[in-house]
């Protein structure tokens, strides 16, 4: 698989998979206004370590999982496309949330469980991810990622700033995180039949 594919799927990958995460990042720093806010760095650090432990899992699910064969592997894309239709169920049915207050002091511990929590979805892309790539697209995806999380984390707290912005963010991800997951689902699925 030549560089410069490797480069797009990996962007296409963590942009994909970190819709959800965006608005997290600007919640969290936008409730970290304030007298009692924890300090923001406790975000990132926070997010760093959450998305190492997802990267990681993927990883070794991707190894565990190297003899099953290419063609029953690709019915992984049940996951994607069940957790994307299952968001677009969620969004018919629910209200809209409020931003929790209590984030505000959240410390680097929970901002890494949250972002575990809220990117569980991740592993069922980058499980078939890495289970295409030899060991240097792996670490080429691995360092792409790495350069995107910090300014990930930066676009996080600029939107923060912005109530609009984080009000328009939140509302496109709801509809386009589950959408995207279908399509990955589906892409997957797909090569089932080639």
């Known amino acids: 698989m030549s560089t410069t594919v490797?480069?797009?799927?990996?962007?296409g990958a963590?942009?994909?998979?970190?819709?959800?995460?965006?608005?997290?990042?600007?919640?969290?720093?936008?409730?970290?206004?304030?007298?009692?806010?924890?300090?923001?760095?406790?975000?990132?650090?926070?997010?760093?370590l959450g998305f190492a432990a997802l990267v990681?899992?993927?990883?070794?699910?991707?190894?565990?999982?190297s003899g099953v064969s290419t063609h029953w592997f690709a019915l992984f894309g049940v996951v994607p496309l069940a957790v994307g239709m299952w968001g677009l169920v969620r969004l018919a049915?629910?209200?809209?949330?409020?931003?929790?207050?209590?984030?505000?002091?959240?410390?680097?511990m929970t901002v890494a469980t949250?972002?575990?929590?809220?990117?569980?979805?991740?592993?069922?892309?980058?499980?078939?991810?890495?289970?295409q790539l030899d060991l240097a697209g792996a670490l080429l995806t691995v360092a792409v990622f790495l350069v995107l999380l910090p300014l990930w984390c930066a676009l996080g707290a600029t939107i923060a700033g912005r109530t609009r912005v984080v009000d328009l963010v939140e509302r496109a991800g709801q509809i386009a995180v589950p959408v995207v997951f279908v399509a990955v689902g589906v892409l997957v699925l797909t090569s089932l039949l080639h």
């Open 6 to 11: 490797v480069l797009t799927r990996a962007i």
């Open 14 to 48: 963590f942009v994909a998979t970190n819709l959800d995460g965006l608005v997290l990042l600007a919640v969290l720093f936008s409730v970290r206004r304030g007298a009692r806010a924890g300090p923001r760095h406790a975000v990132v650090a926070g997010t760093f």
């Open 56 to 65: 990681a899992l993927s990883a070794a699910i991707a190894t565990a999982l």
């Open 93 to 108: 049915i629910r209200a809209s949330t409020e931003t929790q207050p209590m984030l505000a002091g959240a410390g680097v």
């Open 114 to 131: 949250l972002t575990v929590a809220s990117g569980g979805d991740n592993v069922s892309v980058y499980v078939p991810l890495f289970r």
